[in-house]
């Protein structure tokens, strides 16, 4: 069946450094949005993308969707205690309205 | 204040037993789902509802059942037939079955069959 593939599985980063988390898919997607779980919580919603080559901002984290609608990436600039958690894409196909989520990105940062 | 709960947060089970989750929503959305999350391996989807008195099943609905009689309510049974129950539940649900939607999560049942 469909998946999104999403890596790495972790990531360490000492706090200030920059993070990535990426995620791929065999099928071209109608949609991707990205989720936020923070450590014993449940996932909440930070964004979704739609357009082919998109590219949103929060603050210091950039979402990026890619031209062929297949892969979308997080960045997370200098990192902060706060960002600790797990980050899920989910990317979304045009018939079943179903979203599917990539195994998800543990991120731990070290003050 | 509007959203979802589950209930409860901690449930403990002996082999062979069925058990019912709860979940419910006071959002006034149309879908909901069930998800299990193991480490390492994501959110997968056990089922979904469109509306009230339909559901379809997801990906790894073997072993589960549900129902949804009422809009607000959409609960999950895990029965004796599910070889390896122990795992985090999670529900959800969105004002549609779009994949456009965005997905609102309750806190979750953290599910551990002895």
């Known amino acids: 069946g469909q998946q999104v593939m999403q890596i790495p599985q972790y990531q360490h980063v000492q706090e200030g450094e920059d993070f990535t988390t990426y995620c791929n898919s065999s099928?071209?997607?109608?949609?991707i949005q990205w989720y936020k779980q923070r450590p014993g919580g449940h996932p909440v919603f930070l964004i979704q993308?739609?357009?082919?080559?998109e590219v949103k901002k929060q603050k210091r984290l950039t979402f990026q969707f890619g031209e062929a609608k297949k892969n979308s990436s997080l960045h997370i600039t200098a990192t902060q205690t706060t960002d600790v958690g797990t980050y899920f894409c989910?990317?979304?196909?045009?018939?079943?309205?179903?979203?599917?989520f990539g195994q998800g990105t543990e991120l731990s940062v070290k003050p | 204040d509007g959203g979802i709960t589950q209930s409860p947060k901690y449930l403990f089970r002996k082999e062979g037993q069925n058990v019912t989750l709860s979940c419910e929503q006071n959002?006034?959305?149309?879908?909901m789902y069930w998800y299990r999350q193991d480490p390492g391996q994501g959110l997968r989807l056990i089922y979904y509802?469109?509306?009230?008195?339909?559901?379809q099943k997801g990906d790894i609905a073997e072993g589960y059942s549900v129902s949804r009689e009422k809009k607000e309510s959409f609960p999950l049974t895990v029965t004796s037939a599910q070889k390896n129950p122990t795992a985090f539940y999670l529900c959800?649900?969105?004002?549609?079955?779009?994949?456009?939607?965005?997905?609102?999560f309750g806190p979750g049942t953290r599910l551990t069959v002895l």
């Open positions: 099928t071209t997607l109608s949609n």
């Open positions: 509802s469109q509306i009230v008195n339909d559901f």
């Open positions: 993308l739609v357009k082919s080559g």
């Open positions: 989910a990317g979304g196909l045009d018939q079943g309205g179903k979203l599917i």
């Open positions: 959002l006034n959305h149309d879908a």
């Open positions: 959800a649900s969105s004002i549609l079955a779009a994949a456009y939607n965005e997905q609102f």
